[in-house]
Nanobody, 128 residues
Framework: QVQLVESGGGLAQAGGSLRLSCAASGGTFSTYAMGWFRQAPGKEREFVAAITWSGGSAYYEDSVKGRFTISKPNAKNTVYLQMNSLEREDTAVYYC?????????????????????WGQGTQITVSS
C-alpha cells in the first residue's frame, strides 16, 4: 500500500516562499507520476502541478506558472513543491498524489481521477 505524507505547510506572508514535501513509502516511487492539488474552503480540489515519473516533464496550472516549481528526485522518494511569490489566493490545503500511469498530457495529470494514491494534506495560509 502506497502512503504519501505531506509536510512543510504553515503560515507565510504574501510575497514569501514555502517548500512542501511529500514523502512516499510502500511502492516504487520512481515509476509514479506525482501531482499536487489544493482545496480552498468552499471550493473544489484543483490541480496545481504534476511531474512525470522520470522528472523530465512538468505541468502547471496557469495561476502558479513562474511561481511554483515541482521536482522529483527519485533517490529521495520525495516530491517537492517550491512555492515563491505567494499570494493570498494560494491559501488552501495542499495534497500530493501519485499516479501509476504515464501519460504525457496536461489534461490527464490535471484530472483528479488520474491519481491512484493521495496524501492527507497540509494547510498553507498566506497573509497580506
Amino acid at each position: 500500500q502506497v502512503q504519501l505524507v505531506e509536510s512543510g505547510g504553515g503560515l507565510a506572508q504574501a510575497g514569501g516562499s514555502l517548500r512542501l514535501s511529500c514523502a512516499a513509502s510502500g511502492g516504487t516511487f520512481s515509476t509514479y507520476a506525482m501531482g499536487w492539488f489544493r482545496q480552498a474552503p468552499g471550493k473544489e480540489r484543483e490541480f496545481v502541478a504534476a511531474i512525470t515519473w522520470s522528472g523530465g516533464s512538468a505541468y502547471y496550472e496557469d495561476s502558479v506558472k513562474g511561481r511554483f516549481t515541482i521536482s522529483k528526485p527519485n533517490a529521495k522518494n520525495t516530491v517537492y513543491l517550491q512555492m515563491n511569490s505567494l499570494e493570498r489566493e494560494d491559501t488552501a490545503v495542499y495534497y500530493c498524489a501519485a499516479s501509476e500511469t504515464t501519460y504525457y498530457s496536461w489534461s490527464y495529470y490535471s484530472d483528479r481521477g488520474s491519481y491512484d494514491y493521495w496524501g492527507q494534506g497540509t494547510q498553507i495560509t498566506v497573509s497580506s
